[in-house]
Structures are given as structure tokens and as C-alpha cells.
């Protein structure tokens, strides 16, 4: 399924109107619809309404938000309320709350609230789905199921303590290989039977939240969790396709969010749709990552936008407003990175509770003569103006960055060498560098065959700690039939469990790279040293300086200090088969990345682009057509040297080549016919 | 009653002879003699001693303090003891200790440590009060019930929760009610059973200690617990009166301190009494502030300073010492703001436990040759020879400040606009502009009459973001009778049960304001931006900036800076009926509120002095003579242009108009006759 | 029993094959062996493999290990394994693992997580241990016995209370003694029966980890705790003796490691031990005073060097790598400063789990061709031909610094004056001004008799704030009879219970100072003020100013700055019968505290050399000949000016006097024959 059997380009958002009285609901209708708002995302919060009771459901509520909605002309994306359980469910099956890190059973409050293998929560839980799925699924305009909201989160609780020794016999067999797997004979952790095996939290092996006396514990703790969530999206599916069987089914990931590995998740949703809130100062370059992660985790389709907010957060430290513009050019943003729909939390802004300060199309004002209400109507018109030939479009990339959530959780729990040293904030620095010549880049698993990851050019994997089955021989075979590969420190050290390769980091990277490191040392934040490229170009580098030997190497750069490891090699090229393999042996300054990008696109001619930082041109493309977007992300007037003659699909010109002036905010869509 | 009734400056503090064995007692009298103190407050902590067991009560000891105290002429403020539990109970009732916000019980520890709704402790606190004053309510000298000590604290235990149930039901009836006023709807948190709810710590709807998923339920928390432990003091009050007709009875309060609503308290207080501990780096305003809150919850009676070190503190981070005439200089401030007793903790410092550091008026040195018992004693003689004339002097101000609990607990509560914003900063940023021109300013809470604010020429309500029943038009009907009114940005926003009021900002203030107020943006910390006065004068702001439309008012101020509001509307006057009301729409810095309040000084005319930061002048009047406090606050010497002939009671000298030299930390107190 | 008895150097470490393949334990001995490794620590984690239950111990593993490792001619330490529990112990007597300071008792987890309280692990504990040494207590190469491993930490579960209450009755015999000793009738905790005293925890008395209503009960809790834990180690011991009557007995100490008073471990052990981990910015001078009190702990009895990493530690913030010759230089510092073996953890570094990334002898490369493994190996060479003579030597001092637990944990849980003062911060001030100068210290206990500290010129004891019976009669003692004592602010205030001595500061040592403190004032972080030596040398001084009388002493310093209190004495000089008592009432700037050393140095005579920061001279001695460590600790060259000929043991040469070159981590070790 994909998002071009939406037809359109849904723009519309959350909607609640079972917190309103019912005469606001037809304002909304009228201002909605003045905004050229198409759809609606509901029954995201309503399971204590429509489910009173162990044993009554009620939709009648529901059914008239329906109906109302469908002789409005809007399409629906269709919830399933489990994102917060019911009070009266907690109070009568104690077992449906969590057990959390600190050992405390809860009582009811919040959201994402769930025991995901509490077995009463599974049975209300999809039993609701379907119930819904019933009542629901038949409808033309419920075109997207959204299941739950925002998964996340921990359990700690003996339900939990039970379904995971039964999820390790499930991976292990026998209690041998879990101790093998987890090397507990260090401190004398041997266990005899599966009941020793507790969860990782304060109450047991864990250091802290981000620390673990036994990572392998902690690791698989982690992806138990992630599995055990899943689970609860796929017990609601399941129930969902008995009733109804060709509507997507999806549920609104983080981006980057730590918890849940979405490669396995994307796995088992019909669409990805995802949930976009910088902060005022989050970089343009993350924000696209995310965009492009969200892509990647489906292997390149369209997605939703699930979320955005049209001006203002309210859980953020500092909640700034979005400028005149800047949602308009968020969304292209969005757009231009993959999403096929534009939506918002939400439509009409709450009275109370936690999130009454979040922003809305329809604000507190409860007026339409508002900047927020009418750069949202005039998005919308705008998009109505678009039509459909973006739908579907795909990202031309010829670089890929690998994304792993066993690295994310593994090298966050490795104690040692640095405390600095962050999964996302490492992958990012790598993004960065591309993105700020405008060159495309798609986020991938680590997964991915020799013969899939041959469409690109150049792999990227920075601190690829964890390296599970097949993935060195992928990468090597990929290399040795003329792919180039880029990893750095901190790579090629541990296997699936977080058992050291012994004999030489980079482990099974070793061959591939030519090189051999012997030491890494960490720097404390106060220090930094300096490398040197082709004993010219001298750039900062921090944190983390390996000391390496070549073994069929050549040095790129070497360290021009680092007292006794100066002169030896920082970063390395390996020829190896028909192909080359990149190490980079420290933490490299923006500049030093900038030089070492700008020596890669010397050499494999990528397209690009030399903008100011606020600019960035992304494409996608259709058969007959590329749609280029250029982006103005800042508030200040930018100027672009353009090449490629289109027509601008927003403001309906045609554009020639030549310096494009660029207002704060400005987007262009320009489409070039092939 | 009132503080007149003393018929003498009390001067004196709390006294535990019980920790100590007795011959100290007849060199304490001594010394306390020979310092001219002339009161002691006792039986403070001693429950255990004087109740050791469920069924005995021995005030054998008690009998012996008191028949000292009264052959050495001491008044006597007399205690219940009841600010701490002793062991036994905790040990053989467990329910009389608290649950945390933790969701921990606790065994035993510490003082304010007893769960208000355990009806055993309720049971054992009132029969001990009775107690008490059955034995000692009859003696002369027992000037004063003080319940407990510096009531505060909260518990979520079980026995909370079912008075908590009861205590909703009593304020709302209905379960309907409770969803309605929580907004329970939103995140499906309806509630079918009153069993259903419960409090919100960290096993509940909290979000850490500041936070709360339903601020309703929070914040009426809040008021329970308020209310919970008010009962704790009316349970002893009551019980006391049943033996005891006349003493007055107070409870020490602590200014701005968060957990009860003063403003209710004090309703059932005879006198208002306070533990007055600002720290080294405490501003001389937010002290004179403290001082006048307290003035203020009662309505303008002077208080009881019923704590203050005579100089060193223990549990601050810094403890410095008061320098020399400081603590003199400081009990002049307080007297200045309304205080009619001059009390310390304590009389002798404790030898062991936590506040053995905490200094006295006997130290640790035991003797009169101390810098501190000098000071002591010289200022005991000092009020002695100052007679009675002050006793019940009242402070004429034509400024009021709103100060209020509910606003207090629920601004803080809010999830956005920015983490920055504390409630009594705000309200000290508005004090402190009046503190430097030495304009007299009263605290006063929300809830007063259009009839009871006319007094007022000026009254100020910083972010007064809740708005009670009632209040809007009280303000209302007192700005169209002449009245003024100012307020700032997050004013207006929700009702009583944090409820946003629907259809624009700021709510039930916008005709009165004659302004509307669509965003408000907030600012990270490192960005300010400027705002120009009458086109001439400019300041910085920060933090939060309203974007706001002039509804009838005029713009006083425009923000000439701030992107895309630049040149709209900071700081409005509103004419409406025979008064004016102002709005604040950002955060001024300390220069811009100088000139503001510089404005209204020059519109009123009220009486204010220009002095250096560290010198206030404060009056109190009596019927006949105004009394001028004019305080160096500082440690460097200062001058004052004086314009008023008069008779400084202190030094006994005639004071002429002209330039008054202050050393550091003297003090004049000038009676002008009338 | 003495380090000499061991006939050699150890040089080897923790060794862990246990955790390996057997194919890896072949490779390991020749790889050790060609380091001339000559030394296993095993068996020190291995408890859940050799007693996999209840009832069976299975020492096959351990005979295999021992008997290759006695094939190839190494000496072992053998541990007993008690230093983490076995899961199955955990989960079927959960009264094994600890209740933590917030109150829960945990599952399983970690290391160090026995309650030393718990009948059942106190009994598999020693009857562990006693199995060991009958099955290996005869081997001669069995050369020491390692119980446990770092001990520490607290529980405060039921049995702990059980266990307290107990101990509390053997200390106070009455609960009257007890109410006494913490001053109960502070805040009214008087106990009437011993059920009533609860463990300082969050659910008790306790304020935080650092602070506590009764620091009295919290102080007596750190001492059963250290007592009980003690116990733990006596138990083994014991056990051990049962079977093996000769072997030196030890368990590896920490330094200043707050949990445990060491002074009363040392006197149960054979032969002290200690693990030496400093981080990249320790200073020098820290590590120095660590292995010093490391001897002192023993009365200047040489020591064990059980652990330090080769070069990369992992569970610091930032783990840099020791530079090429720093390993080197900091072996040759532990000896010179009492160590008589150098041992590393650990011999192979392991594969997963929390320690992987913590250095080894053999790393993760697993070969000899490392930095790492020829710098060990070269220094297993040199060790090898230094042969025995140094074995035993002294360390002959004429200053010592009191070090005390009881001030330690007293000090510490004091509230007030500032929360700036710790404890062993103020010792090393004063540590390393005489490091500085390369003064030999001895870190002493505060109990030894005036006969005792009559060997030294000068006894330095600061903040000695706890003075326990007999401290003061004996330091007086030792001063009228020619003695020389300092001591500073915040010194002679509390008995053993915390009780402060009333009369005067500081208190019983008034007399001896000739000094009376009435006052201390605290500076905050941003205030400091000016100190002057005899009107001429100016210091800063900061964070705490006593304000004091001379009563006999004379002024060797007075406050130039200071407001009220400039001019007044801050550092003072007591002739007192044939000696002289010193305070110094500030914290003096490092170049204030060098400043009054070079007065001593030059009253006293002591030897002492001027080098740069980085180079120290340590001295050894036996009967007919001193050694001389001369060591560059840093990473730049330095010279040092030497005045006494000798021969160079490491480089075999003979060494003149004069100008010495010392290469960056360069070790001297001269002997000069007496």
C-alpha cells in the first residue's frame, strides 16, 4: 500500500471534538473547510468513552463525529484510543499499568500507560480494534487506520519479567547460550535456571538508565521491549484486517526516538507516518535526517506526516512561534524529504490539561483572523493548487547512511571511553556534511544485501559498533564489486550479544579497511588536537583519537598532534577489490567532514548544491519529471545560483537558470521534465 | 485580636531548656535578663517528652520551665509540639507518617512529618492542644498559642486519598463535575468511579514535581492538602478554645512559601506570625516583599516576626554572618513592614543534631561576650526604651499587589510557554520597581470587592493567569469607578479550574484591557529583544513577548525589535469608564519597569523617595503621627535628602530636614506628627 | 606478617581464565611469561561457578587453573569470590541482596550486593571460604589470601535494623545513653523503646545522602555499617584460619574511600592492599596521599599495589590513555611510596560486560605486539633485576596528617557553615603543600599516644572537627613536651557523638591553640578575601573566615581584608610548654599554604627538595641504605638539582650530584648508602 491511494495530499490533523460541546463542531466544520482542510484524525484518546466498561462500548458519540465529518467531505484517519488506557481498567486489573525502572508499580496517570504483556491489556485492547474495525472499516472516507499513539516507553513488572525468559528461550534454547551470549561469568552472574534472570532495572543490573553491569542483558532487554510493543501494534492490526482488509494500517513513529527499532517495525505497517517537533534551535540538517529516517525505515516510500504543530510546542523548554512562513516552509521541508500528507496536532487547540498550550489551527481566539489560521488556509489552498503529481515521488540518493537500533542502544550502554560519545549526535554529524552541499542521502539498515546496497555509491556508517550476522560479509562483497564504504572509531567492535571481537579492532572490519587499531584515547572536553589532509589542510579533531597501524591502507590524514601518536594515521583509504574503503579514526570538526565530503564529491560527481546554510535543495523524482525544492529554512533573505530551467509549481512561473532571490521562508518546487 | 494586646515589643524567641539539663536553665535566665528579652517561646518540639506513651501525658518538665519563666518575668508564647511526631506513634501507628511523592511510605524522621488526614495523629494533636491549655491556658503570662511549626508538606497515602475523594465530592458533587472541571476527556482520562482517582505523585498523573498531566487535578490537590492541613491547625485551635477563651493563636508562616494558601489561613489565625531566613544574596525588596505578604494575608494587621537568627543561618548553602548592626538593621525592616514582636531562633544553639550550626542568641560559647549577645542585648534595651507607641501602627498604601495561591500553584503547574517562568519572581519584578521609589505597596489577594479595592489607587496583578469567579468583575467595576488596574502577559488565560476561557487572551480581561492578545512567543534565554517607550525611551525584554491587537487601548511602548512584531504593541493604557487599565504584554528588564512605575508616580503623586538601592524609607502610622523607618540596608555608608522635621525615636535626637548621613546598617525611626 | 615474605616483586594481577576458552589459558601463560609476569590474582568472581547451589562445590575449573598456572611457575593471590552473590542465592534467599538508601530491596544485580547482615550469606560466605583453604590453603604458591573484593556500600534492610539495634545496645547499653549521645530531644525524637530507631535512610532521618536530622544516628550507622561489613571479611578470615594458619590474608582498599574506616580494617588484616585508579586530572600529590594512607592505615607497613589499569581505565567520564613511560612512572611512584607489588587489573581483558573496555595486559588484539604489553613487559624485565632489597623498606617521616573516618563521615553530614567543606579535599590542601616541597608525610590516625607522635617534629590534623575521647589530653601531651601540632577552622567542636563542646571553640584544643573562635563566617563561591603574613606576604583566602581572640597565641597572619573582622588574627602560633600549637583559621590559597610550609621547613630543618610541579623525590630506607625515587610524573622534560651520589638501580649507573635531566614519565632510583 502507499500513500498515492490517498488521492490527494491529506491535510488535516488530530481532532477531538469529544472534548468539546457539539455546537463548536460545526464552527470547526465551517473553519476547517475554509482552510481547505481535507481530513481528520480522530478517536486518538476516546477508549474511556467509547469503552465504559468491561463490557459496553459506545459508539454513538463516534458515529456522529463520523458522520458529521463525512457530509463535511473529510477524509478520516480512524485511531484506535489505545494510546491511554481507560481509569476504570487500571483500578479493576492493577496488572494493565507499568512496573517502572525504579521498581514502582503505577496506579493510573498519563499516557502511554500500557503493560505491553499485560495480558488483560492485550485482550480490551485489540478486542477494541476490532470492535472498531466492525463498525468502521466499510467506510470509503476512513481511509488510514492509526493505531495506539506515540508507542514507547518501558515495563518492569513480572508480567513482563515472565514474557521475557520466555522471548530468550524463544532466541536462545538453552540457558547455556545466555550466559555464552551474555558473558556471565563475569562477576559471577552464571544462571542456573531462567527464573534468576530479573529485568535490568534498578532493582537489578542496571547502572543508571544509560549503564549496565551486563549490556547483553540490557540490549536484549531492549529489544524485547521493542518486540513486546510491536506485538501490541500487530494484536490490533490482526484484529483490525478481519474486518477490514485493504485500508492501511499505520501508527505515528518519533524520528530518531530511541525505544523502538522502526526497521522492524516499518516491517509490519502498511504506511510510515511520523510525528516532526523541533526545537527552536534544533538544526535544519536534523530535522531532514529525521525526515529521511522515516523514509529509510520503509526502504524509501512516501509517508505521512502525522504531526506537526502549525506554530507553537508547549512541552519544549523555550516554546518560540514559528515565523511568518516557516510552518509553510517546514512542511515542504517534510514534503521535499518524502511525506505525502501535511497534518497537525491539532485542529482545535485544548481547554485543559497538559497540552492546552500546544498550538492549533483553530487556537483559543476560536476565530479564523488569526496568522496561524490564515498561513494555515493558505497552505491549503496552495496544496489543493499542487494536486497529485507529487504523490509517490522517490529520493534519487547515491549515498546511504546506515541507522541501527542495536548500535543505538549498545553504544549508549558501553561504559567506556567517553561519556560524550552519542549514537544519533555521530550519525548526524555525517548527515550534516551532506546535507550542506545538498547531496541526497537515504538512511538504511545495516542489513541490506551486497546487491542492495550496490545502488549507491558511497556507504556510510559512522561508529558501526555492533556488527551482527552478515553484515561484515555484505559490506565486503559490496566493496570488493566497486562499492565505497566510509565507517569510523568506534566500529567493528562488538557482535549481536556485545562480546568483543578478539584480535584486533575493527573486528571483521579489519580486512576491509586495511588498517589496525591498537588504542583509542579520549580526549576530556577541554582538549583537542589537530589533523592535516594531504599534508596540507589542517582541521580540529576531539573526544576520540584511535591509534591505528596500516595494514594495506594508505593515510588520508594523520594527526599533526596528539603527542605520541602525532604523524600517525587519522583517517585512511583502503583499495580493496573494484572498490575503496574509508576510516576515520577521530571526531572530526564540521570542517574537516566539509573537506573530506568535498573530496568524495570530487571524486563520484554527486549532484549537488553550494548554498548558505539556511538553503537546501532536495529532489524527488517521478518517472517523467524531477521536483526540485529549494528551501529557504531561515529568516533572512538568501540567494541560490540555479541551473536547471522548470516551471515553479507553487507560484505556477516558469523559472530560468540564473540567482534565485529568496525570501525568509521561501520555497520554490520547481519541476523539471526529464 | 491584635499584637496590641502584648503591651510591650515582644523580644524574645524559642527556647528548649527540655534539651538541656538544669542548671543551664538558671544561667539562661541570666543572660535572657540581662538582654532584655522578655518573652520565650517553648514546648516546640517536645511531644515526645511531654506524651510518652498513648495513655500518659507528663508536664512535670513543662511545669518547671514555665514557673521559671514566669518568676523571671518572660512572657510566654506557648506551643503544642505537635510539629513532630514522636517515635512511638510512628512505630506502633504506622499511618501517621507520610507517603512521598515518591509514592514511599516513611517509618520516622525529621519533623513536619505526620500525614494531616491519618485520624490518629488528628486524634493524638487535638487531645494533646487540649491538653495543654486545660494546664496552662489560665496563666497570665502565656501570651500567645503557637500550633505546630511551619506547617507545609504534602502526603499521598492511602487515608490522602480517601479524604481526597471526599473533599472532591464536597467541592463538586458529581463525578460529571469532576471530568467537567478536569477536563478529563482529553488523553481518555474520564472517571466512572470516584475510586477511580487518584493523586498525583509519581505512580500517578504527575510529570515530576512541577509538572502534572491534568494541572485540575494538581492544582486541587494543592488546595486539598491546604486545606487538609489547615484542619490539622483548626483540629488543635479548636480543641485550645475549649479551654483557653482569649490567648491569641497563630502558627509561624513562611512567606512566599508555596504549600498553603495563607490567604485562607490566616482567616483562622488570631495574629499572623512568620520565620523571617533570607539568605546573603537575598534582595532587601523580596524581604520587604515577605514582610508585606504577610501584613497583607491579614488584611493589614501587623504581625509577629516569630523567627529570625540573630545571625547565622545553618541550612542555607553559604551560611555568612550577619554583620555588625545587620540583624538590628534587619528587625527594623521587619518592624518597618508591620512587625510588632522581634523574635529569633533561638535563644540558646542546640548542641547536637541539624541546626546545631543555626546561630543563637547564647551560642555555643556560653556568655555575654559574644558580638552577637551584645547586639542582642543592645538592641533588647534599644525597644525597651521605644515603649508601646508603635504597637499596631498600620501601613498607608495607595499601591496593591495581587499575591495569590491558586495562581501561585497553577502558573507553575502549565506546561509552556517557556520553564523560565516563576510565579513570585514575577510578582517581586513588580514589587521591587515600587521598593526602589520607597512607594508604599500592599499584598493583597484576588478576591477583594470593587468597594474594598478603591482604597487603592493602583492596584497590580502580575500574570494573573487565573481567573476566579468574580474577580473580573470586581476589577472591572472598580477600574470603571475610577480605579486602576495593571497586569502583564500570561494574565487572563484560565479559570478556576484551569480552564482556558475561549475566544482570545486575555479572557475575561480583554474589554477591561481593551486589548487582544493572539501569541505569545517566548524567548529562549540567550535572546532579548528591545521596546521603546513614547518613541524615546528603550529597554530591553525577554523571556515572553505578546503579539497583541489594541482593542480601544493605546500602545504606551512598541516592541522595536522582535522580527515580524516589530513596531506592534508592548505596553498598553486603556481608558475605561473613570479609570485606566494597563497591560504589560513581555518581560521588562528592571529600567523599563523604573520608568514605568516613574509614569504612574508622576500620574499619582504618591509619596516616594529617591534613594540609593540600599536604603528604604517605610511608614506606619498610628492615629496622631506618622513613623518613618528610613533603613540603611547596606554595608557602606549613604546619604538621604530628608524633607520631613520630626523626632528619631531612637536615638532620641530631633531630626531636620536636609541631606541625613546613614552609617552602614543604621536606621532612623522618625515620628512626624500629624 | 610483612610484604617481605612474598621473596619477590609480585608483578602480575586479576586473572580471570574462567571466563575463557581453555585454548585462550595456553596462549595467556606464554604471553605472561614473556612479561615476566610472576603473579595471578583468580577466583575473584567466580562463586556462582564454583557452588552452582546450595549444597555442591565443584573446584574442578579452579584445580585446572591452579595447577597451570603452578606448571608455569607463578605465584597465586586467591580470592574468595565473595564479592558478588550468585543468582541462585538471590532468587531463592532474597535476604541476601541489599534495601537500598531509598528504601528497596533488590532482585539481583551488579557486584557489592550482599547485606552483610544476612545470617544466610554470612553463612555461605565463610563456609566458602573455609572450603577454599582446605582444598588450596597448603600450596606454596598460594601466597596470599584476597577476600572478597573491594568492599563497601550500605543496606538498610530488616536485618540491618535487627543487626543495628543490637549493635547500638553493645555501644550504649541503655536507650537513655543512646537519647543522650544523638541529643534526641532535639525535635522531639526521643526513643523509648529500641523498636523505635529506624536506619537514616530516605524513609527515616535522613536528608539526602549527605545530610541527616541526627547526624549522631547517621555517623553510628556509617560506623556499624564499616563494623559490619568488617565482619564479613573477620568471617572468612577466620574460616581461612581454620585450615591454613600462615598465608598473609587481605582485601583490596580503595584509598579515601569514604564507606569503610579503614584504620580499623588494617588492624584485622595481615598485610594492607589497594586498587589505584586516578583519573587523567587527578593531581599527582592526590595519588601520592592516597598510597600514603594506604601504609598509614598499617602503622608505615609496606603494601600491596593489587590493581591499576596498564593504561585505559572505562568507567571514567573520559578515559584517556596512560602515555608511553607513564604506567612506568606511576608503578614506580606506588612503590615509592610503600608499595612492594606491582599488579595489574587485569591480565586479559575481558570480552563483554561492563569491563570490556577496561585495559589489560593482554587487550582485545590478543597478542604481544601492543604499546601496552612491551611497556609491561619491560617493566616485569626491570622489576625482575631489582631484586628483592627494596622489599620492606620504610618510609621515614617527621610530619604527619591526621586522617579520620569518624571527621570524615562527621564533617560531611554537618549542615552548615557551607556546603563547599569536604573532608578530604581539606586534607590534601595541606598533603600537597608539603608534597610540594617533597617532605615525607605519614597520614596518621587520630588516636595515637603522645608517645606514639612523639616521633614526629610536626602533627598536622586539619578540620579535626570530631575530638574523641583521649585526642585532645594526648595531642596536648604531646605538645608540652616538645611537640609541634596545626590544626584549622572547623576543628575541636563535636565529641564522638556530634555533640558540640560548649565553653567555646575549639573546644578541648583551646587551651593547647591559646586561641578562642567566637565566630566563622562563610564566604559565598564569588567572595574571597586577603590574608597578610607578618605585614608583609599577602594570600587569598576564601570559603570559610574564623573570627578568633588570641588567649596566649600570637598572630602569625591577620585578615587584610574582611570587613569587620580586617585586622583580626586569621593564621596564629601557641607556645605551649616545649612546643608550639598553630591555627589557621581560613582556607589559605595554595601559595599561602606553601608560603607557611617554607616557615616550617626552615624552623625544622626537614629534608626537602625544590622541583617543578611534576617531578617527585620520595625516600625509602632500610637499616644500611636510602632510595631515592626521583620521578617526572608529567609529559614534559624536567631538571631536578641532586645533592647526593648514588647508584641508579633501574639504569644500573652511577649517579653524581648536580643538574639531573628527566625525560617526560623518567624514573631514578638512587641508592645511597648510609
Redesign the interface.
Known amino acids: 500500500m502507499t500513500t498515492k491511494q490517498f488521492k490527494r495530499i491529506l491535510f488535516g490533523g488530530d481532532y ?1 471534538p ?2 468539546w460541546p457539539k455546537e463548536v463542531w460545526y464552527k470547526d466544520m465551517q473553519l476547517l473547510t475554509k482552510a481547505d482542510i481535507n481530513e481528520a484524525t480522530i478517536n486518538v ?5 467509547i469503552q ?2 468491561e463490557e459496553r462500548y459506545d459508539f454513538s458519540t463516534l458515529d456522529e463525529i463520523i458522520n458529521l465529518l463525512t457530509e463535511n467531505h473529510f477524509q478520516i484517519v480512524l485511531a484506535t ?1 489505545t494510546g ?5 481498567m ?2 479493576r486489573y492493577p496488572d494493565v499499568t507499568r512496573t517502572d525502572f ?10 502511554h500507560n500500557a503493560c505491553p504483556n499485560s495480558p488483560i491489556f492485550r485482550y480490551f485492547g485489540q478486542k477494541l480494534a476490532g470492535e472498531l474495525a466492525k463498525h468502521y472499516g466499510h467506510l470509503d472516507n476512513v481511509v488510514c487506520w492509526h493505531i495506539s499513539n506515540e508507542y514507547g516507553g518501558q515495563c518492569y513488572c513480572d508480567n513482563c519479567v515472565a514474557a521475557f525468559r520466555v522471548w530468550l528461550k524463544k532466541h536462545y534454547q538453552t540457558l547455556d547460550a545466555v550466559n555464552q551470549a ?12 531462567w ?4 529485568p ?1 532495572n ?6 543508571g538508565e544509560d ?6 542483558l540490557s540490549i536484549d532487554y531492549r529489544r524485547f521491549m521493542s518486540d513486546s510493543i510491536l506485538q501490541n501494534f500487530t494484536d490490533e492490526r490482526d484484529a483490525i484486517r478481519q474486518f477490514d482488509a485493504d485500508t492501511p494500517i499505520t501508527t505515528n513513529l518519533m524520528g530518531t526516538f530511541k525505544d523502538l527499532d522502526y526497521f522492524k517495525w516499518a516491517k509490519e505497517m502498511d504506511l510510515v507516518s511520523w510525528d516532526n517537533y523541533p526545537s ?2 534544533t538544526p535544519y540538517s536534523f530535522t531532514a535526517m529525521s525526515h529521511d529516517l522515516m523514509r529509510g525505515v520503509k526502504g524509501g516510500a512516501p509517508f505521512m506526516l502525522m504531526e506537526q504543530t502549525p ?11 514559528k ?2 512562513g516557516q510552518m509553510r516552509s517546514m512542511s515542504y521541508q517534510a514534503m521535499a524529504h518524502g511525506a505525502d500528507t501535511i497534518q497537525f496536532f491539532q485542529l482545535r ?10 498550538g492549533a489551527v483553530i ?5 479564523d483572523n ?3 489560521f490564515r498561513e494555515t488556509a493558505a497552505l491549503g489552498h496552495e496544496l489543493n493548487g499542487l494536486g497529485t503529481e507529487i504523490l509517490g515521488a522517490r529520493t534519487p540518493a547515491k549515498v546511504a547512511i546506515m541507522f541501527d537500533w542495536d548500535n543505538y542502544w549498545a553504544l549508549e550502554y ?7 560519545l552519542k549514537y544519533v549526535d555521530q550519525i548526524h554529524q555525517y548527515y550534516a556534511a551532506f546535507y550542506r552541499q545538498n547531496v541526497a542521502v537515504d538512511l538504511i539498515p545495516t542489513d541490506l544485501s551486497a546487491k542492495e546496497l550496490a545502488k549507491y555509491d558511497l556507504v556510510v556508517a559512522p561508529v558501526l559498533y555492533m556488527i551482527k550476522d552478515g553484515v561484515a560479509a555484505n559490506l565486503t562483497s559490496y566493496v570488493k564489486n566497486g562499492g565505497h564504504f566510509l565507517t569510523t572509531f568506534m566500529s567493528g567492535l ?1 557482535d549481536r ?9 575493527p573486528g571483521p572490519l579489519r580486512e576491509l579497511l586495511g588498517v ?1 587499531v ?2 583509542f ?5 577541554e582538549k583537542h588536537y589537530q589533523v592535516t589532509f594531504n599534508d596540507q589542510a589542517d582541521f580540529t579533531c576531539d573526544m576520540l583519537c584511535d ?1 591505528m597501524h596500516l595494514e594495506g591502507a594508505k593515510a588520508l590524514a594523520k594527526y599533526s598532534q596528539g ?2 601518536y602525532q604523524n600517525t594515521p587519522a583517517v585512511t583509504e583502503n583499495d580493496f577489490g573494484q572498490g575503496q574503503a574509508f576510516y576515520v579514526g577521530t571526531q572530526l570538526a564540521a570542517k574537516g567532514l566539509d573537506y573530506l565530503v568535498g573530496q568524495l564529491i570530487d571524486q563520484f560527481g554527486w549532484e549537488h548544491y553550494a548554498t548558505s546554510e539556511a538553503v537546501e535543495i532536495t529532489r524527488r523524482d517521478q518517472a517523467d519529471a524531477s521536483y526540485y525544492f529549494i528551501i529557504n529554512n531561515g ?1 533572512n533573505t538568501e540567494q541560490v545560483n540555479w541551473t536547471k530551467a522548470g516551471q515553479d509549481l507553487l507560484s505556477k512561473q516558469a523559472v530560468a537558470t540564473g540567482t534565485l532571490a529568496l525570501d525568509p521562508y521561501a520555497v520554490k518546487l520547481i519541476k523539471v521534465t526529464k
Request: proline share 7%; glycine share 10%; no cysteine.
Open positions: 477531538n469529544e472534548q484518546f476516546s477508549w474511556a468513552q465504559p466498561s484510543s491511554a488506557l481507560p481509569a476504570w487500571a483500578n525504579e521498581g514502582r508499580h503505577h496506579r493510573f496517570g498519563g499516557r551474555w558473558n556471565t561469568h563475569f562477576w559471577g552472574h552464571t544462571f542456573y535456571e527464573e534468576e534472570i530479573f535490568p534498578d532493582l537489578g543490573d542496571a547502572i549503564n549496565s553491569t551486563i549490556a547483553g527552536y534551535n506554530s507553537q510546542q508547549n512541552w519544549q523548554p523555550y516554546n518560540s512561534l515565523r511568518p487547540q485544548s481547554r485543559g490539561a497538559t497540552e492546552k498550550f500546544h487556537s483559543h481566539a476560536d476565530t488569526t496568522r496561524v558501553a561504559s567506556g571511553p567517553t561519556v560524550q562488538v550479544n556485545d562480546n568483543v571481537f578478539i584480535g584486533g579492532y589496525w591498537e588504542e584515547d579520549a580526549l576530556p572536553p591509534i603527542e605520541f529568516g
